[in-house]
Structures are given as structure tokens and as C-alpha cells.
């Protein structure tokens, strides 16, 4: 397929990438959100819970509800702390099942890594992200 603007390519490719991955996701019998907590908490378990909602771009009350979901498949656990102010908060860990569950997940994104870029050198990859990115910030200062 060739597109002549913009959206119509983003929207075409975001909506198969959508399409594989929401398959993918629950053949792991992941809901659409938990991948991404998931993903983020395999590189940076112990995350304070706000953060990871403005990682996410979530409201933090929005990813409360996602949490225990979580907590009650026990895939995360929380651990209370104190930041600046003495302010009480969480950090979000993964559980045994949590790093099972988030390593199938990494095997599932290589393949859809994969699977999107077949055919694509390392280069044109490379390069398809850095413009990818650039389009996300461009469009993020609207």
C-alpha cells in the first residue's frame, strides 16, 4: 500500500500493529493495558507508581485500577515508601509470575518487532524510528 498523507500511513500501520498485537497479548491472556506495565517494569522494576502513570501517559488514578487487577493476578506487588515531602507512595514490583509473564511478553514484541520490519535492513529500521520519533514530537507540540 502507498499513502499520500500522513494519517492515512499512521493510521493503516498502527491499526495492523493494533490488530497482531491484541492477539498476541491475549493468546498471553494479557488485557490491552498490562503489556506496556508490563514491558516498562521488566527494564525498570521499582518504579514509584506515579511515575510509571506519567510513563504510561495515564492518569494515576487510571492506573490504580490497572494495578490491582495486577496485584490480584499476581503479577506485581507493591511496596510502600516516602518521597520528597514525606509523602507517602508506592514502588511497583514485578512478582516471580510477573518476570515469566513480562519475559513471554518480550518474545511476543521480537516477534512483532520482527514480523513489522521484515525485509527492512538495520538501517532503514534505524532510521524509520529516529523519523517516527520526530513525528511524535512534532506532533506532541500541537
Known sequence: LVHDKLFL??????????????KAFAELNLTEA???IL???????????????????IRPSTLTVMLSKMEK???????????SGKKR?????LTKEGKEKADQLEDVIESLEN?????FTQSERNIMLDMLGRIEENMRII
Request: proline share 2%.
Open 9 to 22: 500511513a499512521l493510521l493503516g500501520a498502527s491499526s495492523a500493529h493494533a490488530d497482531a498485537s491484541r
Open 34 to 36: 498490562q503489556p506496556k
Open 39 to 57: 514491558y516498562i517494569l521488566r527494564r525498570t522494576d521499582g518504579i514509584v507508581q506515579k511515575e510509571l502513570a506519567g510513563i504510561c501517559n
Open 73 to 83: 493476578q499476581n503479577y506485581i506487588c507493591k511496596e510502600q515508601c516516602y518521597v
Open 89 to 93: 507512595a508506592y514502588k511497583i514490583h
Open 115 to 119: 514480523k513489522g520490519f521484515e525485509g
